[in-house]
T-cell receptor, first 115, second 113 residues
């Protein structure tokens, strides 16, 4: 069973630039969520995708956007980067059946530094 | 809105000692509660969860947690700490959609010889 994989693992951008982060969900999982984890903080929910549709969004501005593809992989796009966007971005996939309600399977994250 | 509060950002125990990491929740509806662990430079891994039924839940690596509604708590315990338990631990609660977890700020567990 292949786990959740994310790319790139590290990247550095400058203010105002745009970034795309990618995530391949675990085999058999059709739901993908994205979280932002600032240094020393718990993960904060950005949004969730289920069957290619956004299915819930946290308190993040519209410059944070996403996509989910037919194979359930996903992208997180952030436009007009700000210094406060520097964080670890975590992708998590989850099954929607089998009694595993609320269980998330996380990737190792993409660490974004904005200069 | 639902939330969790983790008491103590850092906890240090000796190897072999009891581990107790505290989590209190706030919820207007019956909560689903989780503990996740994060090792350095890694993503989060589910330790255990409480949904319904038995209030004492057992997880991986010898950890367990007890749901106490009267105290709105879900503390994580392990009878005997091991060096490999050193990590960041996050308590979380379901809020709204099935996969929208609200996390606490985390507790860093240090295990000393």
């Amino acid at each position: 069973e292949t786990g959740v994989t994310q790319s790139p693992t590290h990247l550095i951008k400058t203010r105002g630039q745009q970034v795309t982060l990618r995530c391949s969900s675990q085999s058999g999982h059709n739901t993908v969520s994205w979280y932002q984890q600032a240094l020393g903080q718990g993960p904060q929910f950005i949004f969730q995708y289920y069957r290619e549709e956004e299915n819930g969004r946290g308190n993040f501005p519209p410059r944070f956007s996403g996509l989910q593809f037919p194979n359930y992989s996903s992208e997180l796009n952030v436009n007009a980067l700000e210094l406060d966007d520097s964080a670890l971005y975590l992708c998590a996939s989850s099954p929607t059946s089998g009694g595993r309600f609320g269980e998330l399977f996380f990737g190792e994250g993409s660490r974004l530094t904005v200069l | 809105a639902q939330s969790v509060t983790q008491l103590g950002s850092h906890v240090s125990v000796s190897e072999g000692a009891l581990v107790l990491l505290r989590c209190n929740y706030s919820s207007s509806v019956p909560p689903y509660l989780f503990w996740y662990v994060q090792y350095p430079n890694q993503g989060l891994q589910l330790l255990l969860k409480y949904t319904t039924g038995a209030t004492l839940v057992k997880g991986i690596n010898g950890f367990e947690a007890e749901f106490k509604k009267s105290e709105t708590s879900f503390h994580l315990t392990k009878p005997s700490a091991h060096m490999s338990d050193a990590a960041e631990y996050f308590c979380a609660v379901i809020a709204g959609t099935a996969s929208k977890l609200t996390f606490g700020t985390g507790t860093r567990l240090q295990v000393t010889l």
